[in-house]
Structures are given as C-alpha cells and as structure tokens.
C-alpha cells in the first residue's frame, strides 16, 4: 500500500528565513509524481509544486523548491524568504498514474505559521 | 475566469435533509474528483469521474451520490443527512486520469 507521511503537525519560521517541511512516502512503484499543495485559511487548495519521479533534477517554483531523494523516498519543501502569505497547511501528496488506483495519496499536513 | 468551481461555498442545513453541491470546470479537462475534508484537515478521496464514467467509489455511503451531466460538470447529491457530514467538500479536476488535480475553493457543509 502506499502512504505519505508528514512527521511535522506544526512549524513556525520568522519572516525572511528559510524553512524545510518534510515528507516521506512508500510505494513500489518505479513511475510516480509528488506534489505539495497549500490551504492558506482561505481553504483554497493551492498546487506549489511538482516533482515527477522520473526526473533527477529538483523541481523549483520561485521561493519554493524540493529535495527529492528517491531512494530514501523523501519529498521535502524549502520555503526561501517566508513571507506572511505562506502561512497555511501544507500538504504533500503522491500518486502513481500507471498504478491502476488513479488516487492521490495525501499527509495529514503541516501546519505553517510565518511570524513578523 | 474561475478554472474550478463549487456552489454553494457554504451550506447550513438541519439533520435529515437532501442538499446537493455543483462543480463545474472550464479547464478542458477529462476527469473530475470529489473530497472530503474533516476537522482535523484530512482529506479523503470520495468518487471520481472520467468522461463521465465512474471511476473512483470510495468507502462511502450511499446517502452520497455523483452525477456528472458532462464532463465540465460533476455535481454531489447528499441524502440523509448527518452531524458527521460536516465537513469541506472540495471538487477537483486534472486533464486526464493520474494527472496534476486542480482544485475548487471548497464547500463547508454544517449539518446541525
């Protein structure tokens, strides 16, 4: 079976600094894609970021980059420059497109609080 | 301009009662999902659909059920309702099958 998990109920990090959230999932499969998604307390859920496994090089999207270590099945964050709109859940998820199950597989979350 | 989109965003009904939450998309995409989101931030996949067609059927009552009229639409009908039915429901969408979802901004449901 494949799961996520998110080790991190809660985090805070000052304004400006650098923060690392982190995931860890298991699964057998060879051919999979990873994603983080934010729910700001608007609810909304925001997609971050996508890493395909497939791929070595470590996704980046501005402020918001991963270190995707595939052997050890790690799937983590980094928050450069925090601002105060980051803060919200964050949710690291996992999905296997050839699998046959068609299903992300979420964490529990983290929960991210930026402070002035 | 809106990609996904749920009504209503907020829902407020007595136990027992029959609601229904529309979802639309205008992203092209093939395949629509439902989830539910309890207290605690966990969110379940609950049904999803593929040109119409039901893919997904999670663990859920039968008091839940899709309808997709076309393939930008798939709406939730809930009969029954109960206290444990609160919660956020969020419609998603992803061009094809196991492919990046996008996201509506959610229906808190309260049954009181």
């Known amino acids: 079976a494949q799961t996520v998990t998110q080790s991190q109920p809660e985090m805070s990090v000052q304004e400006a600094e650098t923060v690392t959230l982190s995931c860890t999932y298991d699964t057998s499969e060879s051919n999979y894609y990873l994603f983080w998604y934010k729910q700001p307390p608007s609810r909304q859920m925001i997609l971050v970021i996508r890493?395909?496994?497939?791929?070595?090089q470590n996704a980046t999207e501005n402020r918001f980059s991963v270190n995707f270590q595939k052997a050890a099945k790690s799937f983590s964050l980094k928050i450069s420059d925090s601002q105060l709109g980051d803060t919200a859940m964050y949710f690291c998820?996992?999905?296997?497109?050839?699998?046959?199950?068609?299903?992300?597989?979420f964490g529990t979350g983290t929960r991210l609080k930026v402070l002035a | 301009d809106t990609a996904v989109s749920q009504t209503p965003k907020y829902l407020v009904t007595q136990m027992g009662n029959d609601k229904s939450i529309k979802c639309e998309q205008n992203?092209?995409?093939?395949?629509m999902y439902w989830y539910k989101q309890d207290s605690k931030k966990f969110l379940k996949i609950m049904f999803s659909y593929n040109n119409k067609e039901l893919i997904i059927n999670e663990t859920v009552p039968n008091r839940f059920s899709p309808k997709s009229p076309d393939k930008a639409h798939l709406n939730l009908h809930i009969n029954s309702l109960e206290l444990g039915d609160s919660a956020v429901y969020f419609c998603?969408?992803?061009?094809?099958?196991?492919?990046?979802?996008?996201f509506g901004p959610g229906t808190r449901l309260l049954v009181l």
């Open positions: 992203l092209g995409h093939d395949t």
């Open positions: 998603a969408s992803s061009p094809l099958l196991g492919e990046t979802q996008y």
């Open positions: 890493q395909e496994a497939y791929k070595q």
């Open positions: 998820a996992f999905i296997a497109p050839h699998s046959g199950t068609y299903k992300y597989i």
